[in-house]
């Protein structure tokens, strides 16, 4: 991927750009040269930096740190007030309503405007008094896809048997509540599953489509798509496999027996005293090639 003008590297650099992907290392990144390691993003995402340290003992591919910078929003809220109508006691409140002024007799010459004004302030000024109004915070999103009405009303028993086992403090209305919210998370495992498997089995003979549900499940989807590239998997995987053939002489495609000579250490980097600023990804990539 180094040299643009390679013939294997331009069918792979021409497949990136049709699907908007930028790769952001630059130099070799093998012992024996070649930019082999890729770090592949979206164009909107921004890489601070990225850094590629030469190969030691450890392998022959050498250590690639990328600073990814995600941007963090505070979620958006609305406040809506809210009367506690379950708590507030019936009996209470109908004799609020049979001893005010509602249930008085109506003079015939009662002016229409002036009835419905006292209707109005009547009843708030009870609802006031038995059931004060509250503010409630609540996160502003859109739900999951999958998320249909059976998930809805799954949510609410749970919610309802949780408030139930917070008054009651009942191991049996506990056992209830937890039963519920287990059989709540695998009706969401499951629907969430097929949904995904549906979407996979409905564009899977389309690339542009296929992307666009890949980009909408991770949370993408305003992002256009271009059209019909042409590109194949067949296509792709003919190329890295001329380039295993470069790499490996020419002696036909890479098997698992190419690769059998590559083993991964995985070492044991010191902990890091918590008495000091955090390490930077420099001095964590320091820690790695020592291990």
Excluded at 67 to 92: E, I, N
Excluded at 116 to 140: G, K
Excluded at 165 to 191: E, G, I, K, P
Aim: proline share 5%.
């Amino acid at each position: 991927m180094h040299d643009v003008t390679d013939t294997h590297a331009r069918p792979v650099s021409e497949l990136l750009s049709s699907f908007d992907i930028v790769q952001h290392v630059q130099g070799p990144t093998h012992s024996s040269g070649g930019t082999l390691d890729l770090v592949l993003t979206l164009s909107s995402s921004v890489i601070d930096v990225s850094t590629v340290y030469s190969p030691r003992c450890i392998s022959d591919h050498a250590l690639v740190v990328s600073v990814l910078l995600v941007p963090v929003s505070t979620p958006a809220t609305a406040v809506q007030l809210m009367r506690g109508w379950r708590r507030a006691d019936r009996s209470v409140l109908r004799r609020a309503v049979e001893d005010s002024p509602l249930c008085r007799p109506v003079p015939a010459d009662a002016d229409v405007d002036e009835l419905f004004t006292v209707y109005d302030n009547t009843l708030r000024e009870v609802a006031d008094r038995i059931a004060p109004s509250h503010a409630v915070h609540r996160r502003l999103g859109r739900t999951a896809p999958w998320f249909d009405a059976d998930c809805r009303a799954l949510r609410r028993e749970c919610r309802r048997l949780e408030r139930r086992y917070r008054r009651t403090h009942s191991v049996a209305d506990r056992r209830q509540w937890v039963d519920a919210v287990r059989h709540r998370l695998r009706v969401y495992r499951d629907n969430k599953e097929q949904y995904w498997t549906d979407r996979i089995a409905e564009h899977g003979s389309s690339s542009p489509m296929l992307w666009r549900s890949l980009s909408s499940m991770l949370g993408d989807s305003d992002r256009s798509v271009t059209g019909a590239t042409g590109h194949t998997a067949d296509g792709v995987c003919s190329v890295f496999q001329s380039q295993g053939r470069g790499r490996h002489g020419g002696h036909g495609p890479v098997t698992k027996s190419d690769h059998d000579s590559v083993s991964v250490v995985v070492g044991c980097v010191p902990a890091v005293h918590t008495d000091r600023d955090p390490p930077n990804h420099h001095e964590i990539a320091q820690q790695v090639l020592l291990a």
